[in-house]
């Protein structure tokens, strides 16, 4: 009954519009598609560490590729929704637990969502989130929704920077190369946006004035690390 509840709440959120060759062209969120991902939120952090069913099952569906990504790409107008779909992106992203069970399976799907998100323009969107709480840290008026919003789209980045593991069975099978090439596009893609130059303007005001930053600089730490 959960998973039928889950596959309700992601079916909610939307549908991809396409061209007459396939390639997508736009997304029309559904009428209660900040409400499902909200939902979808829940599911997430009520998901089972140990088996990670709802992590699964989202993955399988490609509910990023689908529903998540296009909502960040074409729905740039609507921030609540933007931000409530780069928090699921944060929340399916985070490392494996060591004792969880199919990590071999975990890992596959968290190299699934870190090309989906490489291959696309999510990005750049994400980052431009930043654009203001950078201009309120300049103006030394960075307040804690500033920083909240700057560790959510840094945890981001540093959970997939984190998707480095390679199974035995990609090992095996010779599609390591592939693996390290999307590692590498992906670095390219956060210096193309800018984000290394951010993290070290951030870095600069550890030391200053905003408490924030003082309180917590081990995101920062970890995701140039």
Request: net charge negative; aromatic share 8%.
């Amino acid at each position: 009954m959960e998973m039928e509840g889950l596959s309700s709440i992601c079916a909610g959120l939307g549908i991809i519009e396409e061209d007459e060759n396939g390639n997508r062209v736009g997304y029309t969120k559904g009428e209660y598609c900040l409400d499902n991902l909200k939902d979808l939120l829940r599911f997430l952090r009520r998901d089972d560490p140990q088996s990670r069913e709802v992590f699964k099952q989202v993955c399988k569906w490609n509910t990023v590729g689908k529903d998540l990504i296009p909502i960040i790409e074409h729905c740039q107008d609507d921030r609540n929704l933007v931000l409530n779909a780069v928090k699921v992106l944060v929340f399916l992203t985070m490392p494996i637990e060591p004792s969880s069970s199919d990590i071999p399976q975990q890992i596959d799907y968290l190299w699934g969502l870190k090309s989906s998100i490489t291959c696309s323009e999510s990005v750049a969107v994400i980052v431009s989130l930043l654009e203001s709480p950078l201009e309120n840290l300049e103006r030394e008026a960075f307040t804690e929704d500033d920083w909240k919003l700057v560790q959510l789209v840094l945890t981001l980045f540093r959970n997939i920077l984190a998707v480095q593991d390679i199974s035995m069975l990609h090992m095996a099978g010779g599609s390591a190369t592939q693996f390290l090439s999307l590692r590498d596009k992906f670095l390219e893609l956060l210096f193309h946006e800018n984000v290394m130059d951010l993290i070290l303007v951030l870095t600069q005001h550890v030391g200053g004035s905003c408490d924030y930053l003082r309180q917590d600089n081990l995101l920062l730490l970890e995701t140039f690390h």
